[in-house]
């Protein structure tokens, strides 16, 4: 199988397109649907009080964790520091107002849930630790909890046995779909910095142009955020193989919207 050509330099970007970019909508929309899953499957949906977990929840991953996870990782090459730490401050202060409008209209357990979303969310993508970083977590995180806390957060009580089968195969769609991001070429190796943090361990070499590239294949099981595969060894990717990981993603995104689509109406 024919090997894709490792990005030794950042891909020429606009500033709006960097920005668009880590807004991560593939990984955030799937996200939202489950959001949507646990509000529908509530009796007598708020769509209020949806609206406004819907704002806080988005402004506070897409602009405030993805973009603090930006600042620790790296990967962007065209946005200033201080432009993502910016935007990072304006998604979490949204976030926080969305929480106080809730906690103030619907009482104090709101509050106590969405900052527990957040921290959690906020705690996965600045540590690296494999307790933290693993096929439980990441199914609980993509999929479990976005079905079941927003459930609890429409009907303030415990979640019916239906709702956790739905949180279940949420989750089976957030390990699913993380493993095939692992599939597909890194595409900001040049900028990353948590590969920088982990060339340790065996080496390999391959000749890109005139330069010899040593990457380190980590050791420690050091992963990208996918968590199937090392940092490492998505540097240089069959071209076959991210090829289908790309279509098993769009695949895996229409599934998501269609069932979403299917029990709102």
């Known amino acids: 199988m024919e090997l894709r050509k490792p990005r030794m330099e950042p891909p020429k ?20 649907c489950f959001m949507v899953w646990g509000t529908v499957l509530a009796p007598n949906p708020d769509w209020f009080k949806f609206a406004l977990e819907a704002i806080g929840v988005t402004a506070g991953v897409v602009l405030g964790a993805y973009r603090i996870n930006a600042l620790h990782d790296g990967g962007y090459s065209v946005i200033p520091d201080r432009d993502m730490i910016r935007t990072a401050a304006i998604g979490v202060a949204v976030f926080l107002i969305m929480a106080s409008i809730a906690t103030i209209v619907y009482g104090w357990y709101v509050m106590v849930l969405m900052l527990a979303g957040m ?5 996965y993508n600045i540590t690296h630790n494999k307790l933290i970083h693993n096929s439980i977590t990441y199914a609980m995180g993509w999929g479990f909890f976005p079905v079941v806390l927003t459930y609890i957060y429409q ?3 415990l979640p019916t046995l239906s709702v956790i089968a739905f949180g279940i195969a949420a989750g089976i769609f957030g390990r699913m779909y993380s493993w095939n991001w692992g ?3 890194c595409g900001v190796w040049a900028v990353c910095r948590r590969d920088n943090k982990a060339r340790i361990g065996k080496k390999v070499e391959y000749q890109c142009g005139r330069e010899v590239i040593v990457n380190g294949v980590v050791d420690d099981g050091r992963t990208c955020h996918s968590n199937s595969i090392t940092c490492g060894a998505r540097i240089q990717m069959p071209k076959e193989v991210a090829e289908h990981g790309k279509l098993r993603l769009d695949i895996d995104l229409l ?3 269609a069932i979403t689509v299917a029990l709102v109406l």
Do not use: G
Request: some cysteine.
């Open 13 to 32: 970007r606009t500033y709006w397109q960097e920005f668009w970019l880590f807004c991560h909508p593939k990984m955030y929309i799937p996200i939202f």
């Open 119 to 123: 921290f959690a969310i906020a705690v």
């Open 255 to 257: 599934m998501v919207l």
């Open 183 to 185: 599939l597909v070429t």
């Open 155 to 157: 009907t303030a009580s």
